[in-house]
């Protein structure tokens, strides 16, 4: 039987917040998760639920509107603002289900079962302890054999998986999960999720009044900052920072987000040698350098966890992004910059770390040996801008003359762009911890540098105005399309779905400047 249908889906095309519908199923999913998980969110919560799916043609303004409806704060003045169409009232005697109802059958409430699947070509295991693991790994080749989690890096390297001939899921693995607190920081295990991570860290921040600047302040604005929630709620940290590894001499390399700030706060990598069966919990910059000497190790790792200090109270550690887009963008270049002060404002440590410059995270040594025990002040910047640039731009020509960036599409950015994220970054960072250190702040016309905007904007908002022209009727007129309902609801098939009838023929425009010209082929 009918029972109606999804109320978001029937928000949405009520709203006009559908065109081409293409996207429109994945906004109605991830809302409808949402709001069964979360009953009565704020405005602003729903907006944030939104930074993984994109829409290339209806504008988000419409798309907003409807989700907004099902906020706790939707006010009667945002209701008397609200763009209503011509037909809304008849829309509203559609039959709509009371609630969102996500079937959740029996079967996939209950714990995945391991399965193997094999065929010619390719096989699927999923073991389900971290020895079957071992076992598996030892017995295979390792140039054919990929570890999985989410296995969300096929959408960042799908050329390399052809070659895969064994896939071994370890999401069944208990050993690779958890997170707990201790007095010097966290420990997080390797199949964390995103989603999990940043869940996690937001409480603790918030339990523990953590500035935005503390270290766990800095990781949570890079888990923030990667991808969209919908890769986010599938991707673990571990499958993240294997892509940056397996990266380093081959292959287009990969600016991680969290890696840069997991070695700019000096974290710590938990990691298993298959063939030897050793654990060790090492530095992230060691685990590097093991790398770089040896790239044919990150064959033999499985990654267990992390640990992630604290720090103290007199570090200011600031993590940065710049990409093409706010969200669901990989980073041009990134940076986490962790300065430490002793009491007279003398720099006790510092690390400078940036991802983009070099195939792996990468650290600005010179400029950190300069700064080191020197008294923080803004006079120090236009030298420290010199020594940062020379060597930024010494370590992309070294990378440059080896071929590393051949193999990535050229975006447009150049060396002298990138170096000027670098410099800008290292700016921020001093700004910043002058801001909160010295008691004699900064000037008013420069203070605005050190201030963290991403993620600290409004609610965004918008109205639509427009005048009907009546000698076109119905044209022109605000009417809510009847395919939008079939486009909340899936229902849609597109032309590139369908198969190609028996005798049917694709055929392509094709532009020419002699019109009716015989085509010779
Ligand atoms: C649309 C999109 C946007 C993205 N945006 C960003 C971004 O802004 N910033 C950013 O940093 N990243 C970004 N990413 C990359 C994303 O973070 C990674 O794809 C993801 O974290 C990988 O996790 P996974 O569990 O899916 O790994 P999988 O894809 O399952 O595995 C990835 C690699 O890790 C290995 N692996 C996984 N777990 C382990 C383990 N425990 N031990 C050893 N090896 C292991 C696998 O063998 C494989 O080589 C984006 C990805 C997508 C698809
Ligand atoms: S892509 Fe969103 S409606 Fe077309």
């Known amino acids: 039987m009918h029972e109606g249908i999804n ?148 959408g960042v390297y799908a050329e390399e998986f052809p070659k895969f001939k064994l896939f071994v899921d370890i999401k069944l693995i208990p050993e690779l999960y958890g997170i707990s607190k201790s007095e010097k920081g966290i420990e997080v295990g390797a199949s964390t999720t995103y989603s999990e991570l940043l869940t996690y860290l937001d409480l603790l921040i918030k339990k523990e009044k953590l500035v935005p600047t503390s270290r766990i302040g800095a990781i949570q604005y890079m888990v923030h900052r990667t991808a969209g929630m919908i890769v986010r709620n599938a991707a673990s940290i571990a499958g993240n920072t294997m892509l940056e590894l397996k990266h380093i001499q081959s292959g287009p390399p990969f600016p991680s987000d969290l890696f840069t700030a997991l070695f700019g706060t000096d974290s710590d990598i938990r990691i298993l040698k298959v063939k030897s069966g050793k654990e060790s919990l090492i530095k992230i910059s060691a685990l590097i350098q093991q790398v770089l000497k040896a790239p044919e190790m990150v064959h033999d790792l499985i990654i267990l966890g992390y640990f992630i200090p604290f720090g103290n109270a007199n570090e200011v550690t600031l993590s940065q992004k710049v990409a093409l887009r706010e969200v669901n963008s990989h980073s041009i270049v990134n940076n986490c910059t962790r300065i430490e002060l002793d009491q007279n404002l ?53 990378w440059e003359n080896h071929g590393r960036y051949e193999s990535i599409p050229s975006e447009g950015f150049t060396d002298e762009y990138k170096t000027n994220l670098a410099i800008s970054f290292l700016y921020k960072a001093v700004i910043r911890t002058l801001l909160e250190k010295s008691t004699q702040g900064v000037p008013t016309d420069l203070s605005s540098a050190g201030k963290i905007n991403w993620g600290n904007w409004g609610l965004s908002n918008g109205i639509q105005s427009y005048q009907i022209q009546d000698f076109k009727k119905p044209i022109s007129q605000p009417y809510i399309k009847l395919m939008a309902f079939h486009q909340a609801m899936g229902q849609v098939h597109y032309t590139h779905e369908i198969s190609l009838p028996p005798v049917g023929k694709n055929a392509a425009f094709i532009q020419s400047k002699n019109p009716l010209a015989t085509i010779i082929l």
């Open 7 to 154: 109320p978001v889906a029937h928000r949405l095309a009520i709203n006009n917040g559908t065109q081409c519908g293409y996207c429109t199923v994945g906004f109605v999913m991830n809302m409808s998760a949402f709001l069964a998980e979360n009953p009565s969110p704020t405005k602003k919560e729903i907006e944030s639920i939104f930074d993984g799916n994109i829409c290339r043609c209806t504008g988000y303004r419409s798309i907003l509107t409807g989700m907004k409806t099902f906020a706790s704060d939707w006010s009667a003045e945002d209701e008397a603002q609200r763009m209503k169409c011509l037909t809304e009232e008849k829309c509203h005697q559609v039959l709509v289900h009371e609630s969102i109802n996500i079937p959740f059958p029996r079967a996939a409430r209950m714990a995945l079962p391991p399965i193997s699947i094999l065929n010619s070509t390719q096989k699927w295991l999923s073991p389900e302890t971290l020895d079957e693991l071992k076992d598996i790994l030892r017995k295979n080749p390792p140039d054919t054999t990929r570890i999985v989690f989410g296995n969300t890096s096929f």
């Open 346 to 398: 003398k720099v006790k440590e510092v690390s400078i770390v940036y991802a983009g410059i070099a195939p792996v995270a990468w650290k600005a040594s010179s400029s950190e040996q300069w700064l080191k025990g020197k008294t923080l002040d803004l006079d120090l910047l236009p030298k420290l801008t010199v020594i940062l640039r020379r060597e930024v731009q010494k370590e992309l020509n070294q």
